[in-house]
Every structure is written in C-alpha cells, then in structure tokens.
C-alpha cells in the first residue's frame, strides 16, 4: 500500500556530512509522522529523529545540534541532514512513516518502514 525509497547512505569519514532522504509513494493521503531509526550491530533500533505533519521535532540526545530533519510534503518526502559524524553514528538508517490511507472517509492508517540504508563513518 506504502512504499517508502531511502538514498543517501554510504561511507564518510569522521567529521563529515551527509544527507539522507526517504521518498514514499502508494496509496497515501495524509502523510502524519516521518522519522529515521537507526540500527547498529548487536543494538536494538533507536528512534534519531521525527517530525510531525505540523514540523514539530523530536530528536535523539546524541544527534541534537548536529542532525536536521525536514520533510516536503509536495514530495511525500523526509530527509535528514547529517553534521560532524562520528564513528558511532555508524549504523543502518530506516524510514519510518505514518500515514493516512485512501479513501480518506474509512480513517484508515497505516505504519510503514522503508528497507534501510547503511551509513559507516570511519575515524
């Protein structure tokens, strides 16, 4: 029903930047809640950064100042700006959206992940 596209990821060196974005496409009406989770090896998967349909933020303590997200919703599309890497920001990064499904009258809302895109960060 959801379809969610990450780009973005890949190898970066320590103190470097990056952008990642998530496109998603189906039968969506309303897209809700956008944010990225990240997953490193041998850890459970944590919420980095979210943003509601009204441009509210929510971030992880470890990537406050350093990680933006934004969204365009013309775009259906999240993304986060990524500054002063570290080697353990290293990990998978999954999309993550809420959305209001067609036909709007049903209410009907769907939670959909995207398949991860790996960023390393080496030091």
């Known amino acids: 029903q959801v379809q969610l596209v990450e780009s973005g990821g890949g190898l970066v060196q320590a103190g470097g930047s990056l952008r990642l974005s998530c496109v998603a496409s189906?039968?969506?009406?309303?897209?809700?809640?956008m944010g990225w989770y990240r997953q490193a090896p041998g850890k459970q998967r944590e919420l980095v950064a979210a943003?509601?349909?009204?441009?509210?933020?929510n971030y992880a303590d470890s990537v406050k100042g350093r990680f933006t997200i934004s969204r365009d919703n013309a775009k259906k599309t999240v993304y986060l700006q990524m500054y002063s890497l570290k080697p353990e920001d290293t990990a998978v990064y999954y999309c993550?959206?809420?959305?209001?499904?067609?036909?709007?009258?049903?209410?009907?809302?769907?939670?959909?992940w995207g398949q991860g895109t790996q960023l390393t960060v080496s030091s």
């Open positions: 943003i509601t349909s009204g441009g509210s933020t």
């Open positions: 993550n959206v809420q959305a209001e499904l067609y036909p709007a009258w049903t209410g009907r809302t769907g939670n959909y």
């Open positions: 189906g039968n969506i009406f309303r897209l809700i809640a």
